[in-house]
Nanobody, 124 residues
């Protein structure tokens, strides 16, 4: 069982930056693929980024070049640095963990564990 706790959300102006963190419980953090999804009101949950257990990173098209995912296995923490934020980035951001070793990382069903989410609001 893995428990995930997100932090770092808040209100920021367009063009600004935020860094979200996700602290995970458990002793096998490094074996998981870690991901971030987001969900805006009235929209489906959307893939943001993932960092595989093997060290590969993946990004959704809407955030590529602006967001950077990283992980610190010694701290059981995954981060997403969000730069050049836009109002359309406003959403609840969810941290998620799934089995490592797979190259399928963009679907909700690729993951087993989810955090409660943290709100990011970007004002224009």
């Amino acid at each position: 069982q893995v428990q995930l706790v997100e932090s770092g959300g808040g209100l920021v102006q367009a063009g600004g930056s935020l860094r979200l963190s996700c602290a995970a419980s458990g002793r096998t953090f490094s074996s998981y693929t870690m991901g971030w999804f987001r969900q805006a009101p009235g929209k489906e949950r959307e893939f943001v980024a993932a960092f595989s257990s093997g060290g590969s990173t993946y990004y959704g098209d809407s955030v590529k070049g602006r967001f950077t995912i990283s992980r610190d296995n010694a701290k059981n923490t995954v981060y997403v640095q969000m730069n050049s934020l836009k109002p359309e980035d406003t959403a609840v951001y969810y941290c998620t963990a799934g089995p490592g070793g797979s190259t399928s990382v963009r679907r909700i069903r690729d993951y087993n564990y989810w955090g409660q989410g943290t709100q990011v609001t970007v004002s224009s």
